[in-house]
């Protein structure tokens, strides 16, 4: 899964539920959700299955960004997270996550960036059924803030089946998706996801997107990571980062990793094809490394490129905190989570607005 590609968001049982919770696009996953409580603080990983907590994931062939991400637990609950550019804290009283980017929380620029997610609301599992989240940028004095709605569904045994949200930009722009996954014997074999931006004076635009997953079930048992080819994890898509699922917010993982793995973009007309190779383990069961092949195929310039992908786990490492150790180039990214995805598609719709007039 490419970084600026997920543009998915992950469902498929219950749609007509959903659509009678939120059958006004403006009300989606705010007051309108009806299950869940509000949540205090978050529950052990391993009620979400995670049996071996993850400290690390990593892409050694990287020199760039080896670590893709680090994990701090405390009493087996996730504390703190970093993903090579921000830094997430998970608190408590009621349960809040917040995210900022390191490079400019280490500097003196009057340029800052940060996301709180917040009422948030989980089922009896633990799982977030419904939350928010504003992203602020701050620039000179200047304050320009968007807002996420979300909520999600989850099946019998706790994998998350059904998305929506809802993404309102500064200037009034809106983005709305729904997703839809579909689970077979404990693992996601397929994800279709569709969102439309609606921007003021121009027609909607509508994005399709499609994941296709096959596994064996004799081979690669999964005891909880969600990366298996890179830094997205599996079938979360657009709304959150990866750190919410080794968190244990998202629901559960697939029982074994995938053999094969196929993206569709159909909104540039790309195809991305993914082959696990091997799966290393460690003594004790937990994943040690993944090892992968990748064709990348771009129809609409009748290009393609292969690339073999190393993913590797740890599981002990203490770190300090200050991510120092582990941060290797800052590079400003102005856009922090959730919704990066999102918005990093409209900035490339913008982008390409300008080139044309």
């Known amino acids: 899964m490419l970084t600026y590609s997920q543009f998915s968001i992950v469902l498929v049982c219950l749609v ?44 050694p062939y990287s020199s760039y960004q080896p670590i893709l991400h680090a994990f701090v637990y405390e009493n087996g609950c996730m504390k703190k997270a970093y993903n090579g550019d921000e830094e997430f804290e998970f608190l408590s009283d009621p349960l809040t996550v917040k995210a900022s980017d390191i490079y400019y929380k280490n500097t003196t620029s009057e340029y800052s960036e940060y996301t709180e997610i917040k009422n948030i609301k989980v089922n009896k599992d633990g799982f977030i059924t419904s939350c928010e ?28 089946i059904l998305s929506k949200y809802h993404y309102t930009w500064y200037d009034g722009s809106t983005e709305t998706g729904t997703t839809v996954n579909t689970w077979e014997n404990g693992n996601l074999i397929k994800v279709s996801a569709k969102s439309v931006l609606i921007e003021e004076g121009e027609e909607e635009r509508e994005f399709l997107y499609e994941e296709e997953y096959t596994y064996d079930e004799n081979l690669y048992p999964n005891p909880g990571i969600w990366n298996f080819y890179n830094e997205e994890g599996i079938g979360i898509g657009d709304v959150f980062p990866v750190e919410m699922c080794y968190a244990g917010l998202v629901g559960k993982t697939t029982k074994n990793i995938p053999l094969t793995y196929k993206e569709s973009q159909y909104f540039d007309d790309a195809y991305y094809n993914y082959t696990t190779n091997s799966v290393s383990y460690n003594d004790d069961g937990s994943v040690q490394a993944i090892n992968s092949s990748a064709v990348y195929n771009y129809n609409y310039s009748n290009s ?49 607005n300008n080139k044309i007039n």
């Open 16 to 59: 007509s539920f959903c659509l009678t919770a939120c059958s006004n696009e403006e009300e989606v996953c705010s007051e309108t959700i009806s299950y869940g409580k509000h949540a205090s603080s978050l529950q052990p990983v391993s009620k979400a299955g995670i049996k071996f907590p993850v400290t690390s994931v990593n892409n």
């Open 304 to 352: 393609s490129y292969r690339q073999n992908i190393r993913i590797t786990f740890g599981y002990d490492e203490q770190w300090d905190e200050n991510w120092a150790s582990i941060r290797t180039t800052p590079t400003p990214t102005k856009r922090s989570i959730p919704g990066r995805f999102i918005g990093l598609r409209k900035k490339l719709l913008d982008r390409e």
């Open 133 to 160: 989240a504003i992203y602020t940028e701050e620039d000179e004095g200047e304050i320009y803030s968007e807002k996420l709605s979300v909520m999600l569904t989850y099946d019998d045994e706790g994998h998350l």
